[in-house]
């Protein structure tokens, strides 16, 4: 019968993808520009990578642009990284140019996917696994369970790094802090408390706070400005661009890549 061949290549294929991603080398918290260029990247020099999303679709704040309004506007910094991904642009002011978000959001995610990276959506990480105090992985639950309270077990997700692309909350960062009793000062990017953190504010592309902060853990994007303190710029998407990448190049130098 069709209707149970549907089904049981939905489960089938679905729990094979899963249970290949048990082990990582890379899992990205938070599908945003940051973390999926991050995955491009990674899995394009062959790395195991998965990102894990909370939203039905992958891609933070670039579907929308700004107020709805589904344009973007991306530094002469950036550029390189639109023309890799194959995205139409047009030249709007000294060193900008602008872009339709959905396309662009579209092609992130497309070449993310079919460089080898896999994105899992409705997935919520809530929580860390740590081995030898090192960041070594991803406690992740269903994003609905969650929101209704549900009391479900969550699984575990091993990963060589992990990074938190999860924009301003810097979600990962605080489980980070809150399990080893640091304090960040989110203002000045100073660490209060016996145990630090090497982070450092932003700047005009927030590139200088992509870093490894805790052995492991890796921020980028808006995550890496919200750890540095530096403020939400609004639609420009070039800084976050750079910031994916940048991470990546660390991380693979890390790893050895």
């Known amino acids: 019968m069709i209707e149970k061949q549907i089904s049981r290549g ?6 094979e993808k899963m249970e290949k991603c048990l082990e990582l080398d890379v899992a990205i918290v938070g599908g945003g520009p940051s973390g999926i260029v991050a995955a491009y990247y990674l ?8 990102l894990f ?12 642009g700004a107020m709805m309004f589904n344009q973007l506007v991306i530094q002469d910094e950036a550029l390189d990284i639109i023309k890799e991904f194959g995205i139409n642009y047009n030249n709007y002011d000294d060193g900008l140019y602008t872009a339709d978000s959905i396309e662009s959001t579209s092609a992130l995610l497309y070449h993310a996917v079919h460089a080898g990276a896999t ?14 105090n090192v960041v070594s992985g991803v406690v ?3 994003t609905p369970v969650l929101r ?4 479900v077990d969550p699984l575990n997700i091993m990963a060589k790094c992990v990074i938190d692309g999860t924009g301003h909350d810097s979600e990962i ?18 660490v209060i408390g016996e145990r630090s953190l090497d982070v450092s504010e932003g700047e005009r592309c927030v590139v200088e706070g992509t870093k490894e902060i ?12 919200a750890v540095g303190g530096t403020p939400r710029m609004g639609p420009i998407f070039g800084g976050m661009l750079l910031s994916g990448k940048k991470v990546a190049e660390l991380i693979m130098q890390r790893i050895g890549k």
Do not use: Q
């Open 10 to 15: 939905i489960i089938h294929t679905y729990f």
């Open 43 to 50: 899995a394009k020099k062959g790395l195991k990578v998965a």
């Open 53 to 64: 999303d909370r939203k039905l679709s992958p891609g933070g704040g670039m579907w929308g």
């Open 119 to 132: 994105i899992f959506n409705c997935y919520s990480v809530e929580d860390v696994v740590f081995k030898n």
């Open 140 to 142: 992740v639950n269903w």
């Open 148 to 151: 209704e309270g549900l009391h």
């Open 173 to 190: 960062c605080k489980v980070v802090a809150r399990k080893n009793g640091i304090k960040l000062n989110t203002a000045t990017g100073d």
């Open 214 to 225: 805790y052995p492991g853990l890796f921020v980028c994007g808006m995550a890496s400005s």
